[in-house]
């Protein structure tokens, strides 16, 4: 398999890839160097990634790198999380959140309901990628990622802290209570998570990715790069 980790170097992180005579893709210009006999192959984008690219800011093509080196995606300021996925689980990333994965991983394509789409600010299509197969997958996370498990009661979270869900979960948005109370409290409609199953969730940003933030005047709330 391979070896897919995160390095960290003056307050930045990175993805590293070494492989052996493996395949592992990612996101599309997200290269920053390899070293070794590797070769970099951009295949044809299947229908579903044409589809899902002209609605999210994903592009339609994800290369594959195949050979025997050592591949370094670019660094940021932000973070990385490590995911491994398992036949038994199909996972749904919030766009912008795929970063790169090992070969046996297939990428797929989510919908979710239109009106839950609508209600939570995600407009009136919200594409997402899919997570099935085997292997080890890299995210791009604002900070520290949690796993956190649904089981019979509700997630309900303030803004785009989940990063993506198991496919056992529905989402939907509701007001945290009734509209009177919601308004005089100030709180907006929440993202609710309903079901069983894992959330990856990032509670709070790196200081340096919440300062570049702050400092350039990007909204607070959107944590995909």
């Known amino acids: 398999m391979a070896e897919i980790t995160i390095h960290e170097v003056e307050g930045m992180r990175q993805v590293r890839m070494d492989i052996r005579d493996e395949t592992v893709r990612a ?4 290269l920053s160097n390899m070293c070794g006999n590797i ?3 951009p295949r044809l984008p ?13 592009g339609a093509i994800r290369p594959f790198y195949h050979g025997t080196g050592a591949i370094q995606l670019q660094p940021s300021l ?4 490590l995911l491994d996925v398992i036949p038994q689980e199909r996972w749904i990333l919030e766009p912008g959140v795929f970063w790169a994965c090992e070969g046996a991983v297939e990428l797929g394509i989510h919908r979710d309901p239109f009106w839950s789409s609508l209600w939570a600010g995600d407009g009136f299509f919200s594409w997402k990628t899919t997570l099935t197969g085997h292997g080890r997958v890299a995210i791009n996370a604002p900070g520290p990622v949690e796993v956190v498990d649904v089981d019979a009661t509700d997630m309900r ?3 785009r802290l989940v990063l993506g869900r198991t496919d056992g979960l529905r989402f939907s948005s509701r007001r945290p209570s009734s509209f009177l109370r919601s308004f005089i409290s100030g709180q907006k409609r929440l993202r609710v ?3 069983t199953g894992k959330v990856l969730v990032c509670w709070t940003p790196y200081w340096n990715e919440q300062l570049l933030k702050t400092v350039t005047g990007e909204p607070e709330g959107g944590v995909y790069t």
């Open 157 to 159: 979270v303030q803004g």
């Open 46 to 58: 299947q229908p579903g990634d044409l589809f899902r690219s002209l609605f999210t800011n994903e």
């Open 39 to 41: 070769a970099l192959v």
């Open 193 to 195: 998570y309903s079901g």
């Open 78 to 81: 932000g973070g990385y999380h």
């Open 27 to 30: 996101r599309k210009g997200a």
